[in-house]
């Protein structure tokens, strides 16, 4: 657990604990109408966090941490074809046979700590079309 984690888990625990605290001391009654009114102020910051991240999202792709048995491709604005040819799991790629479509990308693309079994293929766009192939087999 890093430093911010655990400082972030303390506050919590100890505003909720003075929360608890300060509704106790006031009674019944008004713990339950100072309820109501924090109710309120919560559910509408909830609905305005709920807005923000709705209409805030950028033209991100992101596989952080992901966990995969095989590949992992991501893809966004080209304007031409997109062939993938998958490696035998040694990470290696063919290049992809696409061209960056005029004024589209600008986004960022992460995969941090992503583990995967076979490739990982960043690719930023599609206009075309995608086409995945399989490892050529060993020429003897």
Do not use: Y
Not at 23 to 50: E, I, P
């Amino acid at each position: 657990m890093t430093k911010r984690v655990l400082l972030m888990l303390v506050g919590g625990v100890a505003a909720l604990g003075g929360l608890a605290t300060f509704l106790v001391l006031q009674g019944l009654d008004a713990a339950d109408k100072w309820s109501s009114v924090l109710s309120l102020f919560f559910t509408v910051a909830g609905f305005a966090l709920a807005l923000v991240g709705l209409f805030s999202r950028g033209s991100q792709q992101s596989a952080d941490h992901a966990v995969t048995g095989g590949s992992l491709h991501q893809v966004r604005n080209v304007t031409g074809d997109v062939v993938i040819t998958a490696g035998s799991g040694g990470g290696t790629a063919a290049p992809p046979t696409a061209t960056p479509a005029e004024g589209q990308g600008g986004g960022t693309q992460s995969a941090h700590g992503a583990r995967t079994a076979g490739d990982l293929h960043q690719i930023d766009g599609v206009g075309g079309s995608v086409r995945v192939e399989p490892p050529a087999p060993p020429t003897p």
